[in-house]
């Protein structure tokens, strides 16, 4: 039986939560540009 890969494991496990930390990221920062545009149209 092969030994398992600790470092491997470790490595997927940090992208996995750097790739939800960048998706709830990216949501907040949709969430609040739509509330900034139509600030800006109106002074148009």
Known sequence: ???PNYAFEK???ELA???KKDE???RK???NRP???PAADNNE
């Open 11 to 13: 490595r997927q496990r």
């Open 17 to 19: 939560a750097k790739k």
């Open 29 to 31: 920062q949709a969430a």
């Open 24 to 26: 709830k990221l990216a």
């Open 1 to 3: 039986m092969a030994k």
């Open 35 to 37: 509330a900034e545009e």
